[in-house]
C-alpha cells in the first residue's frame, strides 16, 4: 500500500473517531504531517496505527489523552523521531520541481501581461525576450522568498496544534 493509499484509508476511518479523539486526532495528524523532511510513506504508516489505537480507544470509552498521556505534542515528537528521513533523490526532484513550476508560472505571467501591454495598450515589444542574468536573479529571489514563506507558515501551523 502507498502513502496515497493508507491517505485515504485514513480519511475514511477518521469518520469513526468520536468527536472527542477525532479533534485530538486531527491535531496530532496535522503536527506530524508538518514534519517536512520525514519519509511520507512511514509518516503515513505511523499515522494509520495512531488511528488504529484511538478506534479502539473509542470502543473501551477512553479518549487520545488516557492512551497516549497528557502531553501530546511530547509523544508527536517522539513519534517524529522515530520516523526514518526522506530520500535525499526525493528530495532533490521535489525542489526541482518547485523551481521548475515557479519558472513557468512567472514566464507564463510575464508572457500574459507582455502580450496584453502590446496588443491592447501598445506598449513594449511583440516578442518576448528573457535576459538570462536578470532572469535567474528573479526566480532565485523569488525561491528564497517563497521557502521563507512556506517555513513560516509550517512552523505557524506546527505551534498552533494542541491549542485549545
Given at each position: 500500500?502507498?502513502?496515497?493509499?493508507?491517505?485515504?484509508?485514513?480519511?475514511?476511518?477518521?469518520?469513526?473517531?468520536?468527536?472527542?479523539?477525532?479533534?485530538?486526532?486531527?491535531?496530532?495528524?496535522?503536527?506530524?504531517?508538518?514534519?517536512?523532511?520525514?519519509?511520507?510513506?512511514?509518516?503515513?504508516e505511523?499515522?494509520?496505527?495512531?488511528?488504529?489505537?484511538?478506534?479502539?480507544?473509542?470502543?473501551?470509552?477512553?479518549?487520545?489523552?488516557?492512551?497516549?498521556?497528557?502531553?501530546?505534542?511530547?509523544?508527536?515528537?517522539?513519534?517524529?523521531?522515530?520516523?526514518?528521513?526522506?530520500?535525499?533523490?526525493?528530495?532533490?526532484?521535489?525542489?526541482?520541481?518547485?523551481?521548475?513550476?515557479?519558472?513557468?508560472?512567472?514566464?507564463?505571467?510575464?508572457?500574459?501581461?507582455?502580450?496584453?501591454?502590446?496588443?491592447?495598450?501598445?506598449?513594449?515589444?511583440?516578442?518576448?525576450?528573457i535576459?538570462?542574468?536578470?532572469?535567474?536573479?528573479?526566480?532565485?529571489?523569488?525561491?528564497?522568498?517563497?521557502?521563507?514563506?512556506?517555513?513560516?507558515?509550517?512552523?505557524?501551523?506546527?505551534?498552533?496544534?494542541?491549542?485549545?
Amino acid at each position: 500500500m502507498d502513502a496515497k493509499d493508507i491517505i485515504k484509508l485514513n480519511n475514511e476511518k477518521r469518520e469513526l473517531l468520536s468527536d472527542v479523539n477525532k479533534e485530538y486526532y486531527e491535531d496530532m495528524l496535522s503536527y506530524i504531517r508538518l514534519s517536512t523532511n520525514k519519509s511520507e510513506q512511514q509518516t503515513e504508516e505511523v499515522l494509520l496505527e495512531l488511528l488504529e489505537h484511538l478506534l479502539e480507544a473509542d470502543r473501551n470509552g477512553q479518549t487520545a489523552k488516557e492512551v497516549f498521556g497528557e502531553d501530546l505534542k511530547a509523544y508527536c515528537n517522539e513519534l517524529i523521531s522515530e520516523i526514518p528521513g526522506e530520500k535525499t533523490s526525493k528530495n532533490v526532484s521535489f525542489i526541482a520541481f518547485l523551481i521548475l513550476d515557479l519558472a513557468a508560472i512567472i514566464l507564463i505571467f510575464q508572457g500574459v501581461i507582455g502580450f496584453g501591454l502590446y496588443y491592447f495598450f501598445g506598449l513594449g515589444n511583440n516578442y518576448f525576450s528573457i535576459p538570462i542574468g536578470s532572469g535567474l536573479l528573479i526566480v532565485v529571489i523569488n525561491m528564497i522568498l517563497l521557502a521563507v514563506t512556506i517555513m513560516i507558515i509550517i512552523r505557524w501551523l506546527k505551534n498552533s496544534s494542541f491549542k485549545p
